[in-house]
C-alpha cells in the first residue's frame, strides 16, 4: 500500500483506484487529517457538491491511462466509480498498461490521454508532457488549497509540482490520528503450528529464530519462512533499523548499502538459508501470488509480507482449516522505522488534454474528504459509518479482494488518498493489521527531506544510482546463498568495491548538496505549523 512501497508500494508497498460520497464538497482539497477525527467545519456547496450535479445526463468522459499492469479494474463501473461520476459529471474511460514500458512508449511518441496515473513521478513532473497542479488549480478550482508541506515534497526543479500523490502524510497528521497506522513490513505465521511449538515468546530474532528450529524439526516436509519475493528482507532490516535509498548520517547522506545494518540484516537472511529455514528456489520467485499460495497450500510456516499479511491471508483461507496471527512486536531495541516517503501514485494532467476545467473538477471531488473517502471506503452509511473516536467501521469485509473488485473501490488503490485515509481503512479493534500498527507506530520516525533527494532522469547521478541498484539485485543472491558466513561477508564486501567502481562517492556528494537546503526548507515548514 510510495507503493506506498512502490511500494509499498506496489505495496505497498505496494500499491489504485478512485472514488466518492455524495454529499457536500469541502473547499480544501487537502482536508487536514485532524479532521478525520471531527467533522470539518468548511464544508460549502460548490460545483462539486452532488447537487450541482444532479441535472448531468451527458458525462463528460476524459482518457485515462493506468501505469499499473496489476491494475484490477479494466473499466469504470461499479458503484463507487459511478457515484464519483454522478457528484462530478466526469467519466473515465480507463487503460491499463500491459507492460511497464509502455507509457515510456507513449511519451516518446507524444501519445498521451487526458490523465495518467502512474508511480513515475520524474517521468511525468515534466512541463513538455503535464500541467502543473500549481497553474490549472488557481484557474478552476481557487478555492482548493494544498498542503504546503505536500505541495514541497512534491515541486520538482522548475519550481512546478504536477502531481500531489497519494500515500504520503505529514507527521502532524499522523500524530492527529492516533488510529491511523503506517503500512511497514511484517511476518505472518501459522497459528496452529505456533501451538503445537508451545506459543513461545518472541521478542527477538533469536527467539524467531528457535521457533524455525522447532518447526524444521516438526514439520520436515514445511519449510520454516517464505519469502514474499516484493518484500524479502523489508521487515529483517526493521528489526536491524537498516534503512533504504538514501540514509541521513549525521547530516551527511549515505547511499543504504553501506550501513552496517544493511551488512547483518543481509548476513542474517544468509543465516536463513544455511540453517535452512528457506530455500534457495525462494530467491527465484518474482510473483508474490505463487508465494503466497504456496502458504496457503500448507507449504510454509511464517511468510514475510506486510503488516496486514495475517488478516489477508486469513481472508484468502476461508475455505481452508488454518489461521494465520501477525508478528506484531518489534525484535529487539535497534528495531526501527524511517519514514522517508513523499508519496506514491500521481494523477497527471497531460498537455494533450483538452478538457482541463472538467479534469480539474474530478480531481477537486477526488481530494475532498468526501471524495478520497467515498473512493477508498465506499458510500457512507451504506458501507461504512464513522466512529466518533476517529475511524471508519465497515459493513463489508475490506480484505477482499472480489468484493472490492465488484464495488469498484480498493482500499490501498486512490491515487488521491493521503497515507493517513489509507490506513484509517486498515484500522480494526483486535485485527493481526492492528496490533502491528500499535506497535510499530511507537518506534517510527519521519524525515521526507531524504525522500525528495531525487536525481532527474538520465543525469549522471541517477545513472550510477541505476546502475548499484542493478547490480545489488545481481549479486545480493550471492550474499544469501554463500555457503558459509565467511563467504557470505565476502560477497557483501565485493558489492561494495563494485559500488565503489560505479562512483557511489560521487552519488552521495551530489545527494548531500541537494539534502540540505531540503531538510532545512521542510523543518520551516514544520514548525510553522
Not at 519469502?227 to 524479502?232: A, G, I, K, S
Amino acid at each position: 500500500m510510495n507503493k506506498r512501497t512502490q511500494l509499498i508500494t506496489k505495496l505497498v508497498v505496494t500499491p489504485l483506484l478512485i472514488g466518492g460520497v455524495l454529499s457536500g464538497c469541502s473547499t480544501n482539497a487537502d482536508i487536514s487529517e485532524n479532521s478525520t477525527t471531527k467533522p470539518s467545519s468548511t464544508s460549502t456547496t460548490s460545483a462539486v457538491s452532488t447537487g450541482a450535479q444532479d441535472s448531468c445526463t451527458t458525462p463528460v468522459e476524459v482518457s485515462m491511462f493506468v501505469d499499473a499492469t496489476w491494475y484490477p479494474f479494466q473499466d469504470w463501473s461499479g458503484e463507487i466509480p459511478e457515484a464519483i461520476t454522478k457528484a462530478t459529471c466526469v467519466k473515465p474511460k480507463v487503460t491499463v498498461a500491459t507492460d511497464d514500458k509502455q507509457l515510456a512508449l507513449m511519451t516518446a511518441s507524444g501519445d498521451l490521454p487526458d490523465i495518467v496515473v502512474s508511480f513515475n513521478f520524474k517521468l511525468m513532473s515534466d512541463a513538455k508532457l503535464s500541467l502543473p497542479y500549481n497553474q490549472i488549480f488557481p484557474k478552476y478550482a481557487p478555492d482548493v488549497k494544498f498542503d504546503p508541506i505536500k505541495e514541497l515534497v512534491s515541486t520538482v526543479s522548475d519550481g512546478n509540482y504536477y502531481a500531489i500523490r497519494n500515500d504520503f502524510s505529514t507527521e502532524a497528521e499522523w500524530k492527529a490520528n492516533p488510529y491511523a497506522h503506517m503500512m511497514v513490513p511484517g511476518l505472518a505465521m501459522r497459528k496452529d503450528i505456533l501451538a503445537e511449538v508451545g506459543n513461545p515468546s518472541i521478542k527477538s530474532l533469536e527467539d524467531l529464530n528457535k521457533v524455525f528450529a522447532d518447526v524444521k524439526a516438526k514439520h520436515p516436509e514445511m519449510t520454516p519462512l517464505i519469502l514474499n519475493p516484493n518484500w524479502q528482507r523489508p521487515f529483517f532490516d526493521t528489526q536491524f533499523g537498516a534503512q533504504g535509498g538514501f540514509v541521513d548520517k549525521n547530516g551527511k547522506i549515505e547511499y543504504y548499502l553501506k550501513q552496517d545494518d544493511v551488512r547483518k540484516s543481509m548476513l542474517y537472511m544468509n543465516s536463513l538459508y544455511r540453517n535452512g529455514y528457506v530455500t534457495s528456489e525462494n530467491f527465484a520467485y518474482k510473483n508474490e501470488t505463487e508465494t503466497e499460495q504456496m502458504v496457503l497450500a500448507g507449504k510454509g510456516f511464517a511468510y514475510t509480507w506486510t503488516y496486514s499479511a495475517a488478516d489477508r491471508l486469513n481472508a484468502d483461507s476461508k475455505d481452508k482449516n488454518m489461521k494465520f496471527v501477525q508478528l506484531a512486536e518489534p525484535l529487539g531495541p535497534n528495531a526501527t522505522v524511517i519514514s522517508t516517503g513523499t508519496g506514491g501514485l500521481g494523477m497527471y494532467v497531460t498537455k494533450n488534454n483538452k478538457k482541463v476545467e472538467a479534469t480539474v473538477r474530478l480531481l477537486k471531488y477526488l481530494f475532498s474528504e468526501e471524495g478520497w473517502r467515498t473512493a477508498e471506503w465506499g458510500i457512507k452509511d451504506k458501507d461504512w459509518t464513522w466512529n466518533p473516536a476517529g475511524y471508519p467501521e465497515f459493513k463489508y469485509d475490506v480484505q477482499d479482494i472480489e468484493i472490492l473488485k465488484k464495488k469498484g473501490v480498493y482500499w490501498w488503490g486512490v491515487p488521491t488518498e493521503s497515507g493517513v485515509g489509507m490506513a484509517l481503512g486498515s484500522y480494526k479493534n483486535g485485527s493481526e493489521t492492528t496490533r502491528q500498527g500499535e506497535a510499530y507506530s511507537k518506534i517510527t520516525k519521519f524525515n521526507p527531506a531524504i525522500g525528495m533527494i531525487n536525481p532527474d532522469t538520465d543525469s549522471p547521478e541517477q545513472i550510477i544510482r541505476t546502475n548499484i541498484d542493478n547490480m545489488v539485485k545481481t549479486e545480493v543472491t550471492k550474499v544469501y546463498l554463500a555457503p558459509t558466513e565467511a563467504e557470505a561477508l565476502k560477497a557483501y564486501e565485493e558489492m561494495l568495491v563494485k559500488a565503489d567502481k560505479i562512483g557511489i562517492a560521487k552519488l552521495e556528494a551530489w545527494a548531500t548538496k541537494q539534502y540540505g537546503p531540503l531538510k532545512e526548507k521542510y523543518d520551516s515548514l514544520t514548525k510553522s505549523k
